[in-house]
Structures are given as C-alpha cells and as structure tokens.
C-alpha cells in the first residue's frame, strides 16, 4: 500500500475553495486503478486541511498524477489561497508480515 498525505493551511477565508479544489481531485480520481480511498480531510481546531489519498501500489500513484492534478490545475492561479505552501507525505507500507506460527 502507498499513501500520499498533503498538508494544507489555508489563508482566512480561503478553506472552502481549498477544499472545493481537493474534492474536484477526488471526484476525477473515482474509478482509477488502484485507489483504495481518497478524500480532504478538515482539522477540528487548528485550520489545516489534509488531503489523504490511499492506493494498493506507489506505481498506480504515479501514474494517475497527470490526470488527477490536471483537476486542480488552473486553482489559485495567484497564490492567495495558502499561507504556505502544501506539505506533501508519501508513506510506503512497512508492514511486517507475522510469524508463521501466527497464519492460518
């Protein structure tokens, strides 16, 4: 599994076409190979928003990127929208499988 986490702060007033941006990406990542769950996410105290986006492999992540950002491309064209810019998590599974004595 593969997860990419963003991280945003939107700038007062500017939440909602924050999250309007990361819900178009979500709407156009709906049906794509190897998602498992994608979607914005809103921080009950604090103001930060985070997009977190779940696939099965790092290589499907990678190659719906074109299609998915191309959602958001034209969004906050003069960079009002953000006090910073979005910090970007990739995590890749470090699951360890358990000992055989422990499957079935």
């Known amino acids: 599994m593969f997860i990419h986490m963003s991280i945003h702060h939107p700038n007062p007033g500017y939440e909602e076409e924050v999250l309007d941006s990361m819900n178009r990406v979500r709407l156009a990542a709906l049906g794509t190979p190897g998602l498992i769950q994608i979607g914005p996410w809103r921080e009950e105290a ?8 779940m696939w099965e492999s790092r290589a499907h992540w990678e190659a719906a990127l074109p299609a998915l950002f191309a959602a958001a491309s034209d969004d906050d064209p003069e960079g009002r929208w953000h006090a910073t810019p979005p910090e970007r998590i990739l995590l890749d599974d470090a699951w360890a499988l358990p000992p055989d004595d422990l499957v079935d």
């Open 46 to 53: 604090g103001g930060r928003v985070v997009g977190i986006a």
